[in-house]
């Protein structure tokens, strides 16, 4: 048994669930933030393409009775409605066929239909890199000058 998993399980159940929610916090509040961030620099960038068009948008007029800005909100509200359906009906469709009744029982299912993940423990080659541009130096050169046999063996 590793040790990060003799860890997780001497810990009591109730400070699991407590760090659980913690991390479902975390990281659905950094995926709000970061949809925020980039509808926001969505529209900051149609308005400085053509502030004029923008504005004109703002507000409902006799021909157009629907303001852009009214028109945008609701195509965003049933959008991500029908993307958070859709994944809760793909997921829960998933769920029921396996007739899986808890986690567990699900990730054993899982675990013995999907293909299994070789380990590459030690790593046959290079694992850290100083950079981005060292990191794509490896992919172009190092990495292409292993043989098919080398290939083979890892």
């Keep these: 048994m590793s040790e990060e998993k003799k860890i997780l399980s001497d810990t009591p159940r109730s400070e699991r669930l407590s760090?659980?929610?913690k991390a479902t916090l975390f990281l659905t509040s950094v995926g709000g933030a970061a949809?925020?961030?980039a509808f926001g620099a969505t529209l900051?960038?149609?308005r400085r393409e053509d502030a004029a068009a923008f504005d004109k948008g703002m507000v409902s007029t006799r021909e157009i009775p629907e303001s852009g800005v009214q028109l945008a909100t609701r195509a965003l509200k049933w959008g991500s409605f029908y993307a958070v359906c859709g994944v809760a009906a793909i997921?829960?469709?998933i769920w029921?066929?396996?007739g899986a009744s808890n986690m567990a029982e699900f990730k054993e299912k899982?675990?013995?239909i999907l293909p299994r993940i070789p380990r590459n423990n030690p790593p046959q080659s290079r694992t850290e890199f100083e950079g981005l541009s060292d990191l794509m130096n490896y992919l172009?050169?190092?990495f292409s000058r292993k043989t098919p046999?080398?290939?083979s063996d890892s």
């Design 19 to 21: 760090y659980n929610t």
């Design 96 to 98: 029921f066929l396996s």
């Design 35 to 37: 949809a925020l961030a």
């Design 44 to 46: 900051m960038s149609v």
């Design 140 to 142: 172009a050169t190092d």
């Design 149 to 151: 046999q080398d290939k």
């Design 110 to 112: 899982m675990g013995s």
């Design 91 to 93: 997921s829960a469709g």
